[in-house]
């Protein structure tokens, strides 16, 4: 299952991190595992290339994190809302594949 984890302070958001894999289908067919990686990839590239938002990124072996500055642009703040609306929608669309988690710090 995917761990998708969103983390708030004060309801700006702070980071996200997701990690792990769908279990839809095997590793390389995975069309749940696709989109999630492909949904990542498209937040953090435009808050870090074009809305030009100084975003952490760090990618693990199983794990991509990206660490917001404080006090991010609006249009930051929404790439992050869509990434997590399309993954709370993948996860109705596809049971049992992603664990949506939404933290207050």
Do not use: W
């Not at 894999?21 to 067919?29: N, V």
């Not at 030009?52 to 609006?74: G, Q, T």
């Amino acid at each position: 299952m995917i761990r998708a984890e969103f983390f708030y302070k004060k309801g700006e958001p702070q980071r996200f991190a997701v990690s792990g894999h769908a279990g839809y289908a095997e590793s390389g067919k995975d069309i749940v595992c696709a989109s999630v990686s492909s949904a990542v990839q498209m937040a953090i590239n435009g808050m870090t290339e074009v809305v030009k938002v100084n975003c952490k990124v760090n990618v693990y072996e199983d794990c991509i994190e990206c660490i917001l500055p404080p006090n991010p642009r609006p249009a930051a703040v929404h790439f992050v809302s869509a990434l997590r609306l399309h993954l709370k929608l993948l996860s109705e669309d596809f049971p049992k594949t992603i664990n949506l988690i939404i933290t207050e710090v």
